[in-house]
């Protein structure tokens, strides 16, 4: 078992920037991605950045692309994701995602942990 801990959701002005941390504890040894998706009421969750554990370049979903920044600390087991000219329709449950599963790392059924997510809010 892995547990993941989210911080640095908040209220940001647009244009504004947050940046979130997912701290991974217990069986983190084995894991090979985590990532981040988000969540706004009466929608799936969505994909919005990834990286694998060891080695491996960033995923990013298009909607972020050029705006987040997804960063690993292995030494700390932690996953940073720094989002920067945030906008209104970046408003979501931000969630830290681990998966211990081989597999394509922009989907929610590879993910086996999931923090419980932090709220980012993004006034206009």
């Known amino acids: 078992q892995a547990q993941l801990a989210e911080s640095g959701g908040g209220l940001v002005q647009s244009g504004g920037s947050l940046r979130l941390s997912c701290a991974a504890s217990?069986?983190?040894?084995?894991?090979?991605?985590m990532g981040w998706f988000r969540q706004t009421p009466g929608k799936e969750r969505e994909f919005v950045a990834a990286?694998?554990?060891?080695?491996?370049?960033?995923y990013y979903a298009d909607a972020v692309k050029g705006r987040v920044t997804i960063s690993r600390d292995i030494a700390k087991n932690t996953v940073t994701l720094q989002m920067n000219s945030l906008k209104p329709e970046d408003t979501a449950v931000y969630y830290c995602?681990?998966?211990?599963?081989?597999?394509?790392?922009?989907?929610?059924?590879?993910?086996?942990?999931w923090g419980q997510g932090t709220q980012v809010t993004v006034s206009s």
């Open positions: 990286i694998r554990w060891s080695v491996g370049p960033p």
């Open positions: 995602a681990a998966s211990s599963l081989a597999g394509v790392v922009s989907t929610t059924r590879l993910y086996n942990y």
């Open positions: 217990g069986r983190t040894a084995s894991m090979y991605a």
